[in-house]
Nanobody, 121 residues
């Protein structure tokens, strides 16, 4: 059983910073890409940032230069450092990881439960 748990969300004023963590646990052979998504009320889910197992990163245009995704492969953990936060960044942020639980198994998508980020003006 694989679990992803996000932490680090909260309420912050515009211009502030937050650091989200996504910790994985359970039977894991390898973790491929790890992603951070967000969904604001009434909006579609948006891919915010991605990082491959080799450390290559990609970002949504709306967060480039403000957010940084990273990962610690030894801890099976991904991070999202969010700086210069804006009210429009308010959303539930969820972690997604493509995980292979056994060497002989398929890669599957796993999701965390999400963490609320609220940015006040």
């Amino acid at each position: 059983q694989v679990q992803l748990v996000e932490s680090g969300g909260g309420l912050v004023q515009a211009g502030g910073s937050l650091r989200l963590s996504c910790t994985t646990s359970g039977t894991i052979f390898s973790i491929n890409t790890m992603n951070w998504y967000r969904q604001a009320p009434g909006a579609q889910r948006e891919l915010v940032a991605s990082i491959t197992s080799g450390g290559s990163t990609a970002y949504a245009d709306s967060v480039k230069g403000r957010f940084t995704i990273s990962r610690d492969n030894a801890k099976n953990t991904a991070y999202l450092q969010m700086n210069s936060l804006k009210p429009k960044d308010t959303a539930v942020y969820s972690c997604n990881a493509r995980i292979q639980t056994h060497w002989y198994g398929a890669v599957r998508d796993y999701w965390g439960q999400g963490t609320q980020v609220t940015v006040s003006s």
